[in-house]
T-cell receptor
Framework: GAVVSQHPSWVICKSGTSVKIECRSL??????MFWYRQFPKQSLMLMAT?????????EQGVEKDKFLINHASLTLSTLTVTSAHPEDSSFYIC??????????????FGSGTRLTVV | AQSVTQPDIHITVSEGASLELRCNYS??????LFWYVQSPGQGLQLLLK??????LVQGIKGFEAEFKRSQSSFNLRKPSVHWSDAAEYFC?????????????FGTGTRLQVTL
């Protein structure tokens, strides 16, 4: 249970283009999705929290116009990196949770997306 | 604000030897505590978690962790390390009471296993 599927696993894009990353909850309804970023050899930093049907809440220092998050359904949340630049190259990973479920549905992550901007 | 400290950036152990990875947290009450493992280029795998109750928690792959309130610690242990355990290990803390709490991660400990 509590499986989160994340796609793509890796993506290379040109500077100035946009990239969309998807996270799907396969066997539960993800009422909340957390998006993290991990730079090489560093820890995971929370970027934003999204609740289904609501606007995402961004952590301090994260540009909401650059990292667009959509959580229009209980099984799908997307992160779009707009006008990507080389400094956006990172590992992006999501975590889905479900209110009303046991805690076992709250602490598994997607497999991550390695973004390289050239 | 919650925080996690993993004092050891890098640890090397011999295969078959015991392992202990340290984790200290800062939180106003007893938080939820987690250990994750990450292999190179991979996502995070949950090893174990502590919510309440028995302070010795058993996880997957033969790992265990002990919550010590007096020391604000949640150290990860394994009695006999296998070469496949080489990876990055992250300790994390979350607010208790629900699954929709933010997790704060430590900086990680890289485990190297020598044969």
């Amino acid at each position: 249970g509590a499986v989160v599927s994340q796609h793509p696993s890796w993506v290379i894009c040109k500077s100035g283009t946009s990239v969309k990353i998807e996270c799907r909850s396969l066997d539960f309804q993800a009422t909340t999705m957390f998006w993290y970023r991990q730079f090489p050899k560093q820890s995971l930093m929370l970027m934003a929290t999204s609740n289904e049907g609501s606007k995402a809440t961004y952590e301090q220092g994260v540009e909401k116009d650059k990292f667009l998050i959509n959580h229009a359904s209980l099984t799908l949340s997307t992160l779009t990196v707009t006008s990507a630049h080389p400094e956006d190259s990172s590992f992006y990973i999501c975590r889905g949770t479900s209110t009303g479920k046991s805690a076992n549905y709250g602490y598994t992550f997607g497999s991550g997306t390695r973004l390289t901007v050239v | 604000a919650q925080s996690v400290t993993q004092p050891d950036i890098h640890i090397t152990v011999s295969e078959g030897a015991s392992l202990e990875l340290r984790c200290n947290y800062s939180y106003g009450a007893t938080p939820y505590l987690f250990w994750y493992v990450q292999s190179p280029g991979q996502g995070l795998q949950l090893l174990l978690k502590y919510f309440s109750g028995d302070t010795l928690v058993q996880g997957i792959k033969g790992f265990e962790a002990e919550f010590k309130r007096s020391q604000s610690s949640f150290n990860l242990r394994k009695p006999s390390v296998h070469w496949s355990d080489a990876a990055e290990y992250f300790c994390a803390v979350g607010a208790p009471g629900g699954t929709a709490s933010k997790l704060t991660f430590g900086t990680g400990t890289r485990l190297q296993v020598t044969l």
